[in-house]
T-cell receptor
Protein backbone atom coordinates (compact mmCIF):
# COMPACT_ATOMS: atom_id res chain seq x y z
CA UNK A 1 0.00 0.00 0.00
CA UNK A 2 0.86 3.68 0.16
CA UNK A 3 2.12 5.62 3.16
CA UNK A 4 3.72 8.96 3.97
CA UNK A 5 6.21 9.75 6.71
CA UNK A 6 7.02 13.13 8.21
CA UNK A 7 9.77 12.68 10.76
CA UNK A 8 9.49 16.01 12.57
CA UNK A 9 6.46 16.78 14.64
CA UNK A 10 7.62 20.34 15.19
CA UNK A 11 10.20 22.60 13.60
CA UNK A 12 11.27 25.97 15.01
CA UNK A 13 13.02 28.48 12.76
CA UNK A 14 13.97 32.11 13.21
CA UNK A 15 12.44 34.61 10.84
CA UNK A 16 14.38 35.10 7.58
CA UNK A 17 16.17 31.75 7.98
CA UNK A 18 15.79 28.83 5.61
CA UNK A 19 13.44 25.92 6.17
CA UNK A 20 13.22 22.31 5.19
CA UNK A 21 10.41 19.99 6.27
CA UNK A 22 11.05 16.37 5.45
CA UNK A 23 8.62 14.04 3.74
CA UNK A 24 9.20 10.56 2.39
CA UNK A 25 6.73 8.19 0.88
CA UNK A 26 6.42 4.45 0.46
CA UNK A 27 4.46 2.60 -2.16
CA UNK A 28 4.04 -0.96 -3.38
CA UNK A 29 2.67 0.19 -6.73
CA UNK A 30 4.78 0.45 -9.85
CA UNK A 31 2.92 3.61 -10.81
CA UNK A 32 4.29 6.87 -9.47
CA UNK A 33 1.88 8.69 -7.17
CA UNK A 34 0.87 12.34 -7.08
CA UNK A 35 2.38 14.30 -4.19
CA UNK A 36 0.93 17.22 -2.27
CA UNK A 37 1.67 19.65 0.52
CA UNK A 38 -1.27 20.98 2.53
CA UNK A 39 -1.16 23.69 5.16
CA UNK A 40 -3.37 24.63 8.08
CA UNK A 41 -2.87 28.17 9.35
CA UNK A 42 -4.07 28.91 12.89
CA UNK A 43 -7.84 29.18 12.97
CA UNK A 44 -8.25 28.19 9.34
CA UNK A 45 -9.12 25.05 7.42
CA UNK A 46 -6.72 22.75 5.64
CA UNK A 47 -5.76 24.05 2.20
CA UNK A 48 -3.64 22.89 -0.69
CA UNK A 49 -0.22 24.55 -0.80
CA UNK A 50 1.30 22.83 -3.82
CA UNK A 51 1.22 19.61 -5.76
CA UNK A 52 3.42 17.73 -8.20
CA UNK A 53 2.10 14.91 -10.32
CA UNK A 54 5.20 14.12 -12.36
CA UNK A 55 8.31 12.52 -10.87
CA UNK A 56 11.33 14.80 -11.15
CA UNK A 57 9.31 18.00 -11.29
CA UNK A 58 9.23 20.84 -8.79
CA UNK A 59 6.18 22.56 -7.42
CA UNK A 60 6.12 26.01 -5.86
CA UNK A 61 3.71 28.33 -4.12
CA UNK A 62 3.95 31.30 -1.74
CA UNK A 63 7.74 31.02 -1.74
CA UNK A 64 7.71 27.32 -0.85
CA UNK A 65 9.16 24.66 -3.14
CA UNK A 66 9.10 20.88 -3.19
CA UNK A 67 10.81 18.53 -5.63
CA UNK A 68 9.42 15.10 -6.40
CA UNK A 69 12.42 12.77 -6.08
CA UNK A 70 11.54 9.24 -7.11
CA UNK A 71 15.03 7.91 -6.40
CA UNK A 72 14.92 8.85 -2.74
CA UNK A 73 11.08 8.71 -2.59
CA UNK A 74 11.10 12.14 -1.02
CA UNK A 75 9.13 15.36 -1.37
CA UNK A 76 10.73 17.76 1.09
CA UNK A 77 9.24 21.22 1.52
CA UNK A 78 11.70 24.11 1.44
CA UNK A 79 11.67 27.86 1.77
CA UNK A 80 14.69 30.15 1.52
CA UNK A 81 13.48 32.76 4.02
CA UNK A 82 10.55 32.13 6.34
CA UNK A 83 8.23 34.75 7.77
CA UNK A 84 6.29 34.72 11.00
CA UNK A 85 3.09 34.35 8.95
CA UNK A 86 4.35 30.96 7.73
CA UNK A 87 3.73 29.50 11.18
CA UNK A 88 1.28 26.67 10.55
CA UNK A 89 0.97 22.91 10.38
CA UNK A 90 2.17 21.37 7.12
CA UNK A 91 0.99 18.00 5.84
CA UNK A 92 2.55 15.93 3.11
CA UNK A 93 0.15 13.69 1.19
CA UNK A 94 0.16 11.09 -1.54
CA UNK A 95 -2.64 10.41 -3.98
CA UNK A 96 -3.49 8.52 -7.12
CA UNK A 97 -5.74 9.86 -9.82
CA UNK A 98 -7.23 6.42 -10.37
CA UNK A 99 -8.44 6.29 -6.77
CA UNK A 100 -10.65 9.32 -7.33
CA UNK A 101 -8.61 11.67 -5.29
CA UNK A 102 -8.30 9.78 -2.03
CA UNK A 103 -5.16 10.84 -0.18
CA UNK A 104 -2.74 9.32 2.32
CA UNK A 105 -1.45 11.93 4.75
CA UNK A 106 1.65 12.24 6.87
CA UNK A 107 1.25 13.10 10.54
CA UNK A 108 2.00 16.77 9.96
CA UNK A 109 4.82 19.10 10.99
CA UNK A 110 4.13 22.19 13.03
CA UNK A 111 6.28 25.10 11.95
CA UNK A 112 6.97 27.80 14.51
CA UNK A 113 8.68 30.90 13.18
CA UNK A 114 10.32 33.04 15.84
CA UNK A 115 10.38 36.76 15.07
CA UNK B 1 -15.91 31.17 -4.87
CA UNK B 2 -17.37 28.19 -3.13
CA UNK B 3 -17.37 27.08 0.44
CA UNK B 4 -17.58 23.92 2.49
CA UNK B 5 -19.45 24.09 5.78
CA UNK B 6 -19.46 21.50 8.52
CA UNK B 7 -21.94 21.30 11.36
CA UNK B 8 -21.67 21.22 14.23
CA UNK B 9 -18.30 22.78 14.91
CA UNK B 10 -18.08 21.02 18.28
CA UNK B 11 -19.87 17.81 19.18
CA UNK B 12 -20.00 16.32 22.65
CA UNK B 13 -21.52 12.89 23.02
CA UNK B 14 -22.00 10.08 25.47
CA UNK B 15 -20.58 6.58 25.19
CA UNK B 16 -22.74 4.40 22.95
CA UNK B 17 -24.56 7.33 21.41
CA UNK B 18 -25.21 7.65 17.68
CA UNK B 19 -23.85 10.97 16.44
CA UNK B 20 -24.27 12.62 13.04
CA UNK B 21 -21.96 15.11 11.38
CA UNK B 22 -23.00 17.11 8.34
CA UNK B 23 -21.09 18.61 5.45
CA UNK B 24 -22.34 20.94 2.72
CA UNK B 25 -20.51 22.26 -0.36
CA UNK B 26 -21.61 24.73 -3.00
CA UNK B 27 -18.80 24.07 -5.47
CA UNK B 28 -21.01 21.58 -7.33
CA UNK B 29 -18.25 19.00 -6.92
CA UNK B 30 -19.01 15.35 -7.61
CA UNK B 31 -16.64 13.74 -5.13
CA UNK B 32 -16.76 14.24 -1.38
CA UNK B 33 -14.72 12.75 1.45
CA UNK B 34 -14.76 12.26 5.20
CA UNK B 35 -11.45 12.06 7.05
CA UNK B 36 -10.68 11.56 10.71
CA UNK B 37 -7.71 13.17 12.40
CA UNK B 38 -6.41 12.09 15.80
CA UNK B 39 -3.97 14.22 17.73
CA UNK B 40 -0.46 13.94 16.32
CA UNK B 41 -1.56 11.82 13.40
CA UNK B 42 -2.35 12.36 9.79
CA UNK B 43 -5.80 12.30 8.26
CA UNK B 44 -7.35 8.91 7.62
CA UNK B 45 -10.09 8.32 5.09
CA UNK B 46 -13.39 7.06 6.50
CA UNK B 47 -15.80 7.24 3.55
CA UNK B 48 -15.95 8.90 0.19
CA UNK B 49 -18.59 9.38 -2.48
CA UNK B 50 -18.10 9.91 -6.19
CA UNK B 51 -21.63 11.12 -6.84
CA UNK B 52 -25.08 11.45 -5.29
CA UNK B 53 -26.21 8.19 -3.61
CA UNK B 54 -22.77 6.62 -4.04
CA UNK B 55 -20.74 5.46 -1.02
CA UNK B 56 -17.24 3.99 -0.93
CA UNK B 57 -15.47 2.72 2.19
CA UNK B 58 -12.12 4.15 3.14
CA UNK B 59 -9.50 2.75 5.49
CA UNK B 60 -11.43 3.51 8.66
CA UNK B 61 -15.08 2.82 7.81
CA UNK B 62 -15.83 0.38 10.64
CA UNK B 63 -17.99 2.09 13.22
CA UNK B 64 -19.30 4.67 10.77
CA UNK B 65 -22.14 5.08 8.29
CA UNK B 66 -22.40 7.70 5.60
CA UNK B 67 -25.12 9.20 3.46
CA UNK B 68 -25.03 11.20 0.20
CA UNK B 69 -28.66 11.97 -0.60
CA UNK B 70 -27.82 15.16 -2.45
CA UNK B 71 -24.82 16.18 -4.50
CA UNK B 72 -24.17 19.11 -2.18
CA UNK B 73 -24.27 17.24 1.11
CA UNK B 74 -22.46 14.33 2.71
CA UNK B 75 -23.29 13.13 6.21
CA UNK B 76 -21.28 10.90 8.51
CA UNK B 77 -22.71 8.95 11.44
CA UNK B 78 -20.71 7.57 14.32
CA UNK B 79 -22.79 4.49 15.04
CA UNK B 80 -21.67 4.04 18.67
CA UNK B 81 -19.42 6.64 20.23
CA UNK B 82 -16.47 5.26 22.18
CA UNK B 83 -15.75 6.53 25.69
CA UNK B 84 -12.96 9.15 25.87
CA UNK B 85 -12.81 9.37 22.09
CA UNK B 86 -11.48 12.70 20.81
CA UNK B 87 -10.90 13.48 17.15
CA UNK B 88 -11.45 16.05 14.44
CA UNK B 89 -13.53 15.05 11.43
CA UNK B 90 -12.78 16.80 8.17
CA UNK B 91 -14.95 16.89 5.10
CA UNK B 92 -13.48 17.58 1.67
CA UNK B 93 -14.80 17.85 -1.86
CA UNK B 94 -13.38 17.38 -5.35
CA UNK B 95 -10.26 15.53 -6.38
CA UNK B 96 -8.45 18.78 -5.54
CA UNK B 97 -9.56 18.23 -1.93
CA UNK B 98 -11.06 21.49 -0.69
CA UNK B 99 -11.49 21.02 3.04
CA UNK B 100 -14.12 22.19 5.48
CA UNK B 101 -13.23 23.68 8.88
CA UNK B 102 -13.82 20.43 10.76
CA UNK B 103 -16.00 19.04 13.54
CA UNK B 104 -14.29 18.37 16.85
CA UNK B 105 -15.77 15.35 18.61
CA UNK B 106 -15.43 14.64 22.33
CA UNK B 107 -17.04 11.61 23.94
CA UNK B 108 -17.55 11.72 27.69
Amino acid sequence: GDSVTQTEGQVTVSESKSLIINCTYSTTSIAYPNLFWYVRYPGEGLQLLLKVITAGQKGSSRGFEATYNKETTSFHLQKASVQESDSAVYYCALGRGSALGRLHFGAGTQLIVIP
Amino acid sequence: GGIITQTPKFLIGQEGQKLTLKCQQNFNHDTMYWYRQDSGKGLRLIYYSITENDLQKGDLSEGYDASREKKSSFSLTVTSAQKNEMAVFLCASSIEQYFGPGTRLTVL
